[in-house]
């Protein structure tokens, strides 16, 4: 039998009659948390026992949770075939005030989702890659991230939520299965999540880049780059062989985007690998004539790791050159970093649990 949530609403209308049931059904599941067709009361009897025949409702279970001092949550999912991802939720900014009391901002949260039980890419600084690749995920698994970590944390269903696809595994070697979930995610009768607060992070994929432009989606793109030579992005990314830092930069350039945002470059800060002002430099001129922000990330170290995690000088230096220079450049705050949720670095992690 068929994961319901693995539909999308046009898809599920055509199996329906009539079509407009579709537009319950996805309410129930996305909007009403229904674990069973019985609950649709609002379905005819006769229809509820038709999907009950046809369709399960399956959301992955949560068997363990890690509560960072940050706020921040690390998920161990587990999938029906008895393989476990990783999500994270990470509470954003907190809700505003105004004098009287009123909520004048709510408070926002972010899940990072898996899209895949391992990963092809293998980079060298990365425990996913390490684990090598199970499988892909269906787009219901991606889906059921969130709804079960919406669910667990009593999310209501107007409360903003965004969506970064950073987890376990490389997006765009999934991309029929993300793209489907991307489209599900942001349909209006479920969870409502704009492609606009929807980010696909990628190690580089060139031509899968420019197919996901194709398609049009209005996702945001991240672009995982952590090296400005080519010689260095080998080392540390074996992908580059195939699609080097000028192949990428020149798909990014044809990424179509929404005028007021940015293309995301992430920038994995490794000690005297490539914290020097010198990297910074070459950055500036590689992004040159992109609208793109930067995002540098702190190395965070790990048993058998050769990396080391750099000085908060260098970081910052690195920053203040970008930010001098006219390239917009954040540092992502180690969320979570003493349950090592840091995304992407999950995977070690989630097989000592489920031992
Ligand atoms: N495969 C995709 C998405 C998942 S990885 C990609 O590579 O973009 C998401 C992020 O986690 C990447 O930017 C990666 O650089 C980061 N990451 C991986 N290992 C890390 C580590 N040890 N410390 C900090 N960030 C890490
Ligand atoms: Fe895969 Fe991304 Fe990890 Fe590289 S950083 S191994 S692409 S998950």
């Known amino acids: 039998m068929e994961n319901i949530l693995n539909l999308r609403r046009e898809e599920l209308a055509k199996e329906i009659s009539p079509k407009f049931r579709a537009d319950q059904i996805f309410q129930w599941i996305y909007q009403k948390g229904a674990k069973e067709f019985e609950e649709m009361t609002n379905l005819p009897k006769k229809l509820r026992k038709e999907l ?3 369709f399960t409702i399956e959301v992955p279970r949560i068997l363990n949770v890690e509560v960072s001092r940050d706020g921040s949550k690390k998920y161990l999912l587990g999938l029906e075939d008895g393989h476990t991802v990783e999500s994270v939720l990470l509470p954003m900014k ?6 009287k009391g009123e909520i004048i901002r709510e408070a926002r949260y972010t899940v990072c989702v898996s899209s895949q039980v391992g990963c092809k890419v293998g980079c060298a600084f990365c425990l996913t890659g390490k684990g090598g690749f199970v499988r892909n995920l269906t787009p219901a698994e991606i889906v ?4 079960a970590i919406r669910e667990d944390n009593g999310i209501p269903q107007n409360r903003r939520v965004n969506i970064v696809y950073m987890g376990m595994g490389e997006p765009l070697d999934n991309l029929e299965n993300v793209a489907k979930a991307v489209t599900i995610f942001s349909d209006p009768y479920g969870l409502s999540i704009s492609p606009r607060r929807q ?11 420019r197919k996901l432009g194709e398609m049009d989606l209005g996702v945001l793109l991240a672009i995982s780059l952590h090296a400005v030579d ?3 992005r080998e080392r540390l990314m074996p992908i580059n062989k195939a699609y080097n830092i000028e192949s990428i930069i020149e798909a990014v350039k044809e990424f179509p985007i929404d005028q007021r945002k940015r293309v995301m470059f992430e920038y994995l800060v490794i000690k005297d690998l490539n914290d020097d002002l010198k990297s910074a430099k070459r950055l500036v001129k590689l992004l040159n004539g992109i609208k793109a922000k930067v995002n540098l990330i702190y ?7 050769p990396f080391q995690r750099p000085s908060e000088e ?8 970008l930010l001098d220079h006219g390239v917009l450049c954040t540092i992502r705050e180690s969320k979570g970093l003493d ?5 992407g670095q999950l995977k070690e992690r989630s097989s000592e649990c489920s031992l």
């Open 230 to 232: 080519d010689k260095l």
């Open 299 to 305: 190395f965070n170290p790990y048993p058998g790791t």
């Open 52 to 54: 009950a025949e046809r």
């Open 94 to 99: 907190g809700e505003e005030r105004n004098e």
């Open 199 to 209: 980010t696909i992070s990628t190690s580089g994929l060139a031509p899968k880049i």
């Open 144 to 147: 059921g991230q969130v709804v």
């Open 339 to 343: 349950i090592s949720a840091a995304c």
């Open 314 to 321: 260098r970081v910052r230096a690195f920053q203040r050159y």
